[in-house]
């Protein structure tokens, strides 16, 4: 359903909680290479969520990217939003071209009320609320 793109959107974002703050920016080629991922593909999504405004960044010697607090209070949607668009959810799950209430595919009144709510947590689920929520279940899963 998401693109690689917001799937590394997604994780940078997470990385920079862990990792970044306004003292402590981190390049685009650090989190490429930590993360296993495409650097110069990975630095152009970072830059599109600075354009939206949902990652903070600075340039020079001393640049990088980090979350201000502000930026925290983004939701999982905006990141996908800004990557992917919000038409992403309106593709039909099989993909046929032509998926609606009046045209449905054979799966699309099973999917509707799924996607409906899932878009209604992936609002409402800030990048701080996500964050807290990844390292404790990290936690829990490095305790097992």
């Known amino acids: 359903m998401l693109s690689n793109s917001s799937k590394y959107a997604i994780r940078a ?24 991922m495409p650097a110069p593909f990975l630095a152009k999504t ?9 990652i903070s960044s600075v340039k020079g010697p001393h640049g990088g ?8 209070k983004n ?9 992917d ?5 309106n ?3 099989l993909g046929q071209l032509e998926c609606s209430d009046t045209n449905p595919c054979v799966v699309h ?9 899932l878009i209604s947590k ?3 689920k800030t990048i701080l609320e996500m964050s807290i929520e990844y390292a404790e279940n990290k936690n829990i899963i490095n305790t097992l």
């Open 91 to 93: 593709d039909c799950y």
């Open 122 to 124: 992936l609002k409402k």
């Open 13 to 36: 974002v997470l990385y920079l909680t862990e990792k970044a703050s306004k003292d402590l920016k981190i390049g685009s080629k650090k989190i490429a290479n930590d993360l296993m």
């Open 65 to 72: 990217f980090y979350l201000s607090e502000t930026d925290e």
């Open 85 to 89: 668009g919000a038409d992403k959810f």
């Open 75 to 83: 939701s999982l949607f905006d990141i996908i939003e800004c990557i």
């Open 46 to 54: 970072l830059q599109e969520l600075t354009k939206k405004n949902i």
């Open 109 to 117: 009144h099973l999917y509707v009320p799924f996607k409906n709510k």
